[in-house]
Nanobody, 121 residues
Framework: QVQLVESGGGLVQAGGSLRLSCAVSGSTFTIADMGWYRQAPGKQRDLVAKISSGGSTNYADSVKGRSTISRDNVKSTVYLQMNNLKPEDTAVYYC???????????????WGQGTQVTVSS
């Protein structure tokens, strides 16, 4: 079984910063891409940023220049540092990871439970 546990969400004023963390635990033979997605009320879940096992990153245009994704492969943890937050960043943020549980397994797509980020104006 694979579990993703997020932390670091909360309420922040516009212009402030937050750092989200997501730890992957359980049967994790290898972890490929890790990423963050967000979903605002009434909207679809969209990619915020993702990072490969080798450290290559990809960001949504809306957060580029304001956010940094990083990962600690030893701790199986991915981070999202968000700066200069805007009210439109308000959403539930979900962690995602592509995990191969065993040597003979295929990669599966796993999600965290989500953490609320609210940015007040």
């Amino acid at each position: 079984q694979v579990q993703l546990v997020e932390s670091g969400g909360g309420l922040v004023q516009a212009g402030g910063s937050l750092r989200l963390s997501c730890a992957v635990s359980g049967s994790t033979f290898t972890i490929a891409d890790m990423g963050w997605y967000r979903q605002a009320p009434g909207k679809q879940r969209d990619l915020v940023a993702k990072i490969s096992s080798g450290g290559s990153t990809n960001y949504a245009d809306s957060v580029k220049g304001r956010s940094t994704i990083s990962r600690d492969n030893v701790k199986s943890t991915v981070y999202l540092q968000m700066n200069n937050l805007k009210p439109e960043d308000t959403a539930v943020y979900y962690c995602n990871a592509a995990v191969r549980r065993f040597r003979w397994d295929n990669y599966g797509d796993y999600w965290g439970q989500g953490t609320q980020v609210t940015v007040s104006s």
